[in-house]
């Protein structure tokens, strides 16, 4: 068993001094597959105290020397591919051959693209007699989550060592490994002391003494609504810069005159993906009435396709959920929704003599009082609900607290775009556009504030100053 008792404080391995053991469980064989050290009190206090004195040089540090420090860290990272797959796919769940492309391969990726954006951003712009210049926010507080870990760090540790900023990051406890490994890579691209620092333990431990810390300046955190809405009430007691990105709800609005058989293939493939374990999942299937029962009958042809089994196994098509609480949490909103009359469509496949299954499940009849309909599962279901005419879709795909993502199908004419535009979440796609890792991704109403990804990502580290020049040097400043 892999037995971690360091941290990375001050650009050094040290020995984690809190009291708590943090092990982490293989989600398809349900053994302890390895042990963190959790951090102790004056363990943070060091951490950030590093971040902190680190953030004069690493903020005046010349941006093309961040640059080439984040491609070494991506260069480091690309070396540790086949063990942050292995265990990613281990504490996750995610089949190892979609976990080795979008768990790891794709946040690789978005090391390098992050550099190449931050050298293309306006760092300094003229707006009549005023520079506005773009400075760090400071000492920044990452806080980040279990279903695609390496993938959320990724999104605030580039961008915000990039913007100047220096970090101290808690992962999530439940899977820690890739953290770790991250901290291997960028002492292994000599990112100066205290730029970087890694800490373990649990939320309400750990991450409330950060989120806490009078010399972190901003928290940048992905994870539930619940915890959001805490962090949010601590930092504006404290008046820190804040990120969220929190639950969704995401609606698949398929419009009369589509491709009814591939708006669902795909609705389903996006639901299920990392086993449903996905703040943006599609697990909600709007379609028009008189197609309801077409769009049954597709689905329960698919249904049966989603193979469970060993992540290991290349065969397997959905993994197990991240832990035996997960797994209860989400077989009570089944079990809770086909009591309030929504009704299973296709055959329940058998599951696994082991690993943390739910079945790939699809639930008609669902209607939009029930809470299948309104809150997020975290898990492999997808709720098929009908509308009659296309402002009623409209207000059923906005009619949850959340707005993270939706999915609009259609005719390719402006109509189809007029309803994509109406859709109240931070990202939309038309038919099945891809994921554009350079646009910005973010929530409306419960499902956050802020954005990440792209140049928008980066400008979430970022303060504009507005500095306003008299005549004699606006003339000597070149244009």
Known sequence: ??????????????????????????????????????????????????ARAAWPGWSATPLVERVAAVRRVAAALTEQAEALTTAISREVGMPRKLAARIQVGAPIAAWNNYADLAAELAWETRVGHSLVQLVPVGVVASITPWNYPLHQITGKVAPALLAGCTVVLKPSEIAPTSAALLADAIQ?????????????????DIGEMLISHPDIDMVSFTGSTRAGSHIAGVAASQIKRLSLELGGKSASLVLPGSDLPTAVKTTLAGCMLNSGQTCSATTRLLVQRNALPEAEQILQELIGSYRMGDPADTAT?????????QRKKVQ??????????ARPVGAKQPVPDRGFFIPPTVLADVTPSMTIAMEEVFGPVLCLMGYDDIEEGIALANGTEYGLAGTVWGPATPDTLAVARRIRAGQVDINGAPFNPAAPFGGFKKSGIGRENGHHGIREFLEPVAIQLPAALLESLPE
Do not use: C, K, W
Request: hydrophobic letters at 45%; a negative charge; zero cysteines.
């Open 317 to 325: 098509r959905l993994g197990p959920l991240v832990s035996a609480q």
């Open 332 to 341: 009570a909103m089944i079990d809770d929704a086909v009591a309030a009359g």
């Open 188 to 204: 292994q691209a000599n990112l100066p002391p205290g730029v970087f620092n890694l800490v373990q333990g649990i939320g309400p």
């Open 1 to 50: 068993m892999l037995q971690q008792d360091h941290l990375f404080i001050n650009g050094s391995m040290v020995a984690a001094n809190g009291e708590q053991a943090l092990p982490v469980t293989d989600s398809f064989t349900e053994e302890v597959f390895a042990s963190y050290r959790s951090a102790s009190h004056d363990d943070v206090h060091s951490a950030v105290a590093a």
